[in-house]
């Protein structure tokens, strides 16, 4: 049908439904952005559930507002006050279906067709289709070990109209990378002056194994120019579908018309359970509960990748978040071995790079996610990654040279 | 700041998010498409919430699908074969945030900037919020007693390009209106013959007080052009902020696509607990319950505007839905009575028509709802509308007079 909208060429290939495909039995899932379900609080939030319930108020299960519930708006201004250094209130924060919404209504708000927009590369595939939903021109900065490259950056901000820049800087998705505070500062200053608009994703920021947190790039802001986003996806569940934004003045007040029109308003029933479960539980603590798991968890995934990876294989060591980046000689395909041999041959799966860039073109890398399966699927997985690579790239690196 | 998309322009002035501002004590709010809390299935809900904690599934708290829970999609694909004469399968239904998400997304699949795009005039104050965002072409159809103007409609089809023309065919938000069988078969009819999709309403559709119901626009297509959203928000509670979506093939697909890019999903546990809620109870008593309820506040509505309502004002006699539409003489201003006479003296609100209009230009309507206040003050409510309508006629009267 030539009649829908020319947004669908590119939204209808973003490879996220694939991530989320039901696995079949045997299947080790790597390629998702699962937490550990067994980590979930979920006796906690049944009694705040119960107790949401049986306050007996009618209006919790009618509409709120558009920004959410005021007293989980409060509490995310502590909590952002706290571990964030971003000093807002309940006037500019707004409650999202996760921080996937607040990505997507932000790229309504600054996004006409064909803008600049700049993106490391590579970056998190959700982000990459809501994106690709406003149809931008992007431009892709490589990441290095300390964040994105900042002269490549300066260098097209330089020669192209750029509207906005989105980054993960802590444990970025999917490489787990943090950004330098040299970097953060300079990013702001960029942005200052070539007046360009920083998305900030902070989906992963609490989750640091080791290592102590820098600051976010929206505590450097001085003229509001930062969309701070985050979630409890990651740190509570992701089945609450709870995420958050916060922005200043008149950008806030624009995307919360957006939000309006997107879905009218987050559920009331939700974030008064979310509300509850913040009153009557520490949310550090459990955060530390979380961080002790997948910090053993990443753990024995870097021992089996140092096991069993091919030599020829490189990959992250991150202090903290869901993944770690492998990345192979220039010319090995992840994807058609993940198709052609790692998914048929032992049911493992990951990320391959091509959805990761928009544009497509780098094929040597693999997003590895390291806190959806057990510490005995890590090992066996990795093992049987490990294997089928060296296999595969000794069955290329032999036909290149019989070439 | 000029950097903004082009779109908020027109998104950051929808009115939408006065629709849902705190009441002020004593205010009576007819402007909010607001249900009876009283009526919300509370004591039901929180048993199938305890239901589906106990089941002790860790799953439930943990990321689902873009479509949402199988099980629920298998209940609406039942509910619509068997009340809507429309028989599709559960690989063709998603579940969305209400339907103001669903008519997000099909908007989002089929709108290009400046693209054709037909409504109701009055229409949907939340679908103009979400279709602005994609900057269409507007085109409205006045709306006879009967439904839209065909004729009206087939010559707009004749003269300009229209993607998509977005209806209510049953108890029309704003003015209550069914649309005939006629109308319907001539709507398909005349799409078919343009190669337009129609995106049907049904949200309303089950809230019928009176008379029989007719067959959803969907369920005359027989060229899989029809998209059909819905929502449980009006007839069990807006607080789970849960509607779905369905549509046929490629169509279904594109929008499963943009619908992760969204928000990646619907929240798993809000599902659960409403599909719990729909295995435990039965929906068609409960919405029983609640037309009884609903048909004697419209009552009560009538009987107050035949009694307080100047001559000079018209108003429509729904069978169901929330809404009646109440007209005066073509140069009386609604909005300028209601911002500085009638909300000053009395704090009664309703929705001016200048908001139901994508042109604007209609200032002689307003949306009045009977569903959200109590009967008590639907009556208070009305006699002042009434006098203060009857005094703010009389002076404009006399001031043309005079002039």
């Not at 996220?16 to 039901?22: G, S, T």
């Not at 696995?23 to 067994?38: E, L, R």
């Not at 950008?251 to 509300?275: C, F, H, P, T, V």
């Not at 990748?305 to 978040?321: D, I």
């Amino acid at each position: 049908m030539d009649q829908l909208a020319s947004r669908i060429e590119r939204t209808s290939h973003s490879g996220l439904d694939k991530l989320f495909a039901p696995a079949q039995p045997n299947q080790i899932i790597f390629s998702a952005g699962y937490p550990d379900p067994a980590l979930f609080p979920k006796d906690a939030l049944d009694r705040a559930t119960q107790h949401v319930f049986s306050q007996g108020q009618d209006k919790l299960l009618q509409y709120n507002t558009a920004a959410g519930l005021p007293a989980l708006r409060q509490k995310l201004a502590d909590k952002m006050a706290q571990k964030d250094g971003i000093h807002t209130d309940t006037d500019h924060i707004m409650l999202t279906q996760g921080a996937q919404q607040a990505i997507d209504l932000t790229a309504r708000l600054m996004l006409n067709k064909d803008d600049g927009l700049v993106v490391e590369g590579p970056t998190y595939i959700g982000a990459l289709a809501a994106f690709q939903a406003y149809e931008p021109t992007f431009y892709e900065i490589p990441m290095a070990e300390d964040g994105m490259d900042m002269d490549n950056l300066e260098a097209v901000l330089k020669e192209h109209a750029v509207k906005m820049i989105y980054t993960v800087p802590d444990f970025q998705n999917p490489t787990g990378v943090v950004m330098s505070l040299e970097k953060r500062q300079r990013l702001i200053d960029l942005a200052n002056r070539y007046d360009v608009i920083i998305l900030e994703d902070g989906t992963y920021r609490d989750l640091r194994y080791d290592g102590e947190n820098l600051p976010t790039v929206k505590s450097l802001d001085t003229q509001s120019r930062v969309i701070y986003v985050s979630s409890f996806s990651k740190i509570i569940a992701p089945g609450l579908r709870m995420g958050w934004l916060t922005a200043d003045d008149n950008l806030y007040r624009d995307i919360l018309a957006l939000k309006s029109g997107a879905d009218i308003e987050s559920s009331n029933l939700m974030m008064s359970i979310l509300n509850a479960y913040l009153d009557e539980n520490d949310l550090q603590k459990h955060i530390q509960i979380v961080c002790d798991n997948y910090r053993e968890k990443k753990n024995a995934m870097l021992d089996a990748m140092a096991k069993y990876l091919p030599s020829q294989a490189r990959y992250t060591k991150p202090e903290g978040g869901f993944f770690v980046w492998l990345t192979m000689p220039e010319d090995f395909n992840m994807a058609d071995f993940l198709d052609k041999q790692l998914v048929p041959q032992t049911g493992v799966r990951f990320t391959p790079s091509t959805n990761l860039f928009p544009s497509g073109t780098i094929q040597n890398g693999a997003r590895i996610n390291f806190t959806g399966e057990s510490i005995a699927n890590i090992e066996r997985g990795i093992q049987e990654l490990g294997q089928t690579l060296t296999a595969a790239w000794k069955e290329q690196a032999a036909y290149v040279e019989a070439d």
